[in-house]
C-alpha cells in the first residue's frame, strides 16, 4: 500500500528519524538503560506519525472538497438568479354540445378536366377580319368566335342567283310557246322533265350551297364555355378544315384527386365533394363522387 505525505510531514518524519537514530554505543555497553531508552523515545514519535497520517487523509478530504463545494455554490447562485418562469398562456375555445352525424372530411388536390370539349375548325375557306375572342374568353353559346371577309361570300351568292335565273328562264322558254301555239298545259311529268333540262335544279342547288358557306364564313360557340385556345389570327388566310379555337364546357367538369389508401373506406361513389379553387378564392363548388378508381 502506498501512502503519500505531504512535504512538511516528510520533513517531520526525517527530523524524527534523525532523533530517533541513537549514537554510536559506548566502550562500556548498557543493554537495559539503552532498550528502555529506545523504547521511551520510539512511543511518542509513532504518536507523531499516526497523527501526521490522519492530518494528510483529512488535508486530502478538504482538497476534494472545494472543487464539489465551488460548483453546488456556482449552481445555487444560478438558481437564485434565474428570473421565475413566466406561465405560457393557452389558448381555449368553447362551443356548445349538439347532438349529429359525425362527418368525416378528406382532403385532397386535383385537376379539373372538361368532360366537353369543343374543337372547333372551319366549314369554308377565307380570310380572318375580326377576332373577337382570346385565349381565356368566356363565351356564350351563339357568340361569334370568328368572322371571315364577308365580300367573297356575297359573290358567290350573287352568282349563283344570276345563274339561277338563267336557267329559270331558259325552262320558260321550253315550254311557254308551245303551250300558247297549241293552248295546251304541258303536264306535271313534262315540265318536270323540262327543268331538269334546263338546269334549273342543278342552279337552286348551287344558290342553296353558297348561301350556307356564307353562314359559315362566321364561326359561333356550340357550347357556353371559356376559349381555351386560339390557333389563328387576323388576317390570316386559310381553307377548309383548319383549325380555328377550342372551346371547353363549363357544364360539364371532371376534377381527378388522388386520395392516400387509408382515406379510401371513408370515400363512396355518389358521396358529397366540396370543391375550391385558387382562380375564385371564397366561392364553393358542390359536386358528387362519380367513381373510386
Not at 527530523?15 to 555497553?29: F, K
Not at 369543343?118 to 363565351?139: D, F, I, N, Q, Y
Not at 368572322?147 to 315550254?175: G, H, I, S
Not at 298545259?185 to 348561301?211: D, H, N, S
Request: aromatic content about 4%.
Amino acid at each position: 500500500m502506498l501512502v503519500y505525505l505531504p512535504r512538511s510531514l516528510i520533513t517531520l518524519c526525517s527530523l524524527t528519524a534523525q532523533l530517533v537514530t541513537p549514537a554510536p554505543a559506548p566502550a562500556s555497553p548498557r543493554p537495559r538503560m539503552h532498550s528502555c531508552f529506545r523504547f521511551h523515545t520510539i512511543w511518542p514519535l509513532l504518536l507523531l506519525l499516526s497523527v501526521g497520517l490522519n492530518g494528510c487523509s483529512k488535508e486530502s478530504a478538504d482538497g476534494a472538497d472545494p472543487d464539489t463545494s465551488a460548483s453546488d455554490s456556482s449552481a445555487a447562485s444560478a438558481d437564485e438568479g434565474a428570473a421565475p418562469r413566466a406561465a405560457v398562456p393557452l389558448p381555449v375555445v368553447a362551443q356548445e354540445a349538439r347532438e349529429g352525424d359525425l362527418v368525416l372530411r378528406v382532403n385532397a388536390v386535383g385537376a379539373v378536366f372538361g368532360d366537353v370539349i369543343v374543337k372547333l375548325s372551319s366549314e369554308v375557306g377565307g380570310t380572318v377580319s375580326e377576332l373577337p375572342v382570346k385565349a381565356g374568353s368566356r363565351v356564350r353559346r351563339g357568340q361569334a368566335i370568328v368572322r371571315f371577309d364577308p365580300y367573297p361570300f356575297d359573290l358567290v351568292v350573287r352568282a349563283a342567283q344570276a345563274t339561277l335565273a338563267e336557267r329559270e328562264q331558259a325552262f320558260r322558254e321550253l315550254w311557254v310557246p308551245d303551250s300558247i301555239a297549241f293552248g295546251e298545259t304541258p303536264t306535271p311529268a313534262r315540265l318536270a322533265m323540262l327543268r331538269v333540262r334546263a338546269g334549273v335544279e342543278a342552279a337552286a342547288i348551287q344558290l342553296e350551297k353558297a348561301k350556307w358557306e356564307r353562314e359559315r364564313a362566321v364561326i359561333t360557340s356550340p357550347v357556353n364555355g371559356y376559349v381555351d385556345r386560339v390557333h389563328l389570327a387576323v388576317g390570316e388566310r386559310i381553307g377548309a378544315g383548319a383549325p380555328i379555337a377550342t372551346v371547353v364546357d363549363l357544364g360539364a367538369l371532371r376534377i381527378e384527386a388522388q386520395v392516400m389508401e387509408h382515406d379510401l373506406p371513408l370515400l363512396r361513389a355518389g358521396g358529397e365533394a366540396v370543391v375550391t379553387s385558387a382562380a375564385v378564392p371564397g366561392r364553393t363548388m358542390r359536386g358528387r363522387i362519380d367513381a373510386i378508381l
